[in-house]
């Protein structure tokens, strides 16, 4: 784990919020020069605290108006392995993340389709044939919201 002070923690944030302030507007904002905002956000990035930048997609308005969650229990547990299930399910385009998870089910996914008879056939004829596949619990997202969390 690494050292952070307050001016860290102030960059993560506003970092986390828009990655693409300059380091001058930083610095301003926070009462450093440019080279050594830069400087801390570089320790930072080769510590592996920041790990790059990602854009937010509306998938809304890209036309995946549907957004949903499955649960997904593996038949065969020790049948399957494990590696061929995960390469399998990234490899279907409208999986956005697939997450190993402790508990009921033994992978959560978070699927986009354009509508539900699109998500319908993506789950009959892709996540139903998938290696291992056994019971499926579908959740659909009616509303969702970026809370401000600790980091």
Same mark, same amino acid.
């Given at each position: ?5 307050? %001016?860290?923690?102030?960059? %993560?944030?506003?970092?986390? /919020?828009?990655? /693409?302030?300059? !380091? &001058? !507007? ?6 450093? &020069?440019?080279? #050594?905002?830069?400087?801390? %956000?570089?320790? =930072? ?11 937010? =997609?509306?998938?809304? *308005? ?7 969650? =499955?649960?997904? *229990?593996?038949?065969? *547990?020790?049948?399957? &392995? ?9 490899? %279907? ?10 508990? $009921?089910?033994?992978? /959560? ?20 044939? =998938?290696?291992? #596949?056994?019971?499926?619990? #579908?959740?659909?997202?009616? &509303?969702?919201?970026? $809370?401000?969390?600790?980091?």
């Amino acid at each position: 784990m690494i050292e952070l002070d307050d %001016i860290d923690r102030q960059l %993560i944030a506003s970092l986390a /919020r828009n990655a /693409r302030q300059s !380091a &001058s !507007a930083l610095g301003k904002r926070y009462g450093l &020069s440019q080279p #050594a905002t830069w400087r801390r %956000i570089k320790r =930072l990035e080769e510590t592996g605290v920041l790990g790059g930048q990602r854009l937010r =997609l509306d998938a809304e *308005k890209l036309g995946f108006g549907v957004t949903v969650f =499955l649960g997904i *229990k593996l038949a065969r *547990k020790g049948h399957v &392995s494990l590696e061929d299930f995960e390469r399998a399910v990234a490899a %279907i385009p409208e999986v956005q993340t697939v997450e190993h998870i402790l508990g $009921l089910y033994d992978y /959560r996914l978070r699927v986009v389709a354009r509508d539900l008879p699109d998500f319908e056939r993506v789950l009959r004829r892709r996540i139903m044939t =998938l290696p291992g #596949a056994g019971e499926v619990e #579908a959740n659909v997202l009616l &509303s969702e919201e970026r $809370l401000a969390g600790p980091l």
